[in-house]
Nanobody, 113 residues
């Protein structure tokens, strides 16, 4: 299992970013995918989950209405569209295959003016 996140960076409050997670080494289309984040000095936090077919999604209350998870099974990629970003969204964001206990290395998101 290989997961590679991209799309992070520095953005001003209120801005947007789209994270991508490219997957390989397993049959992507049959697994649900998750995004998690971890800020310095804090515990890892669940952000969002999407089922294998994309028909159902779940969000943490802290991001609901601002973040959207999606996937393209033809491209073996899961996305996290992040809008109305806040300084408290600053963290390392990692994608995960929960059923396979697999994680990517992460992409850093920093929200600051």
């Amino acid at each position: 299992v290989h997961l590679v996140e991209s799309g992070g960076g520095l953005v001003q409050p209120g801005g947007s970013l789209r994270l991508s997670c490219a997957a390989s080494g397993f049959t992507f289309s049959i697994y649900g995918m998750s995004w998690y984040r971890q800020a310095p000095g804090k515990e890892r936090e669940f952000v969002s989950f999407i089922t294998n077919g994309g028909g159902s999604t779940t969000y943490a209350n802290s991001v609901k209405g601002r973040f959207t998870i999606s996937r393209d099974n033809a491209k073996n990629t899961v996305y996290l569209q992040m809008n109305s970003l806040k300084p408290e969204d600053t963290a390392m964001y990692r994608c995960s295959v929960p059923s396979l206990s697999s994680w990517g290395q992460g992409t850093q998101v920093t929200v600051s003016s």
